[in-house]
């Protein structure tokens, strides 16, 4: 049973209008010299997925890593949506169909000035423990 998409989904719920930041699961397509009105947005991005069975249950290890996208200058903007992020994530009694959310922690984070010089980049990692219900 794959338990990585239910966690995405659980993610971008929890997400998805409770920051400020437009929520994607894809990097939205913006021509070059994008704006800054498009700014800021996080990605739900790439998963990792362990075992985490027990005697009698099935589950799963899940690590999703977001992205953060800003223009702001500065790292300010990022950090401020990280934070909020933290606040709704870590240790979030999540709600996924069909599984119990045993736990969601956040892991690391790391903020970077991409190479054109005005785009800030965040990258999170929180890691989701569950069980089939």
């Keep these: 049973m794959s338990f990585e998409f239910p966690a995405q989904q659980a993610i971008y719920t929890a997400l998805n209008g409770n920051i400020a930041a437009t929520v994607y699961d894809d990097v939205p ?25 027990t005697d009698d249950r099935t589950g799963a290890s899940i690590t999703v890593t977001l992205h953060i996208w800003s223009r702001y200058a500065g790292m300010k903007e990022a950090k401020q949506i990280a934070s909020a992020i933290y606040a709704i994530l870590h240790r979030a009694s999540l709600t996924i169909t069909g599984n119990h959310a045993v736990d969601c922690l956040y892991e690391f984070s790391s903020f970077t000035t991409d190479p054109d010089g005005e785009t800030r980049h965040g990258v999170l990692r929180y890691r989701i423990t569950l069980q089939d219900a």
Excluded at 29 to 52: D, R
């Design 29 to 53: 397509i913006l021509p070059s010299g994008q704006p800054a009105a498009n700014f800021p947005y996080v990605v739900v991005g790439e998963t990792t997925a362990a075992p985490w069975d």
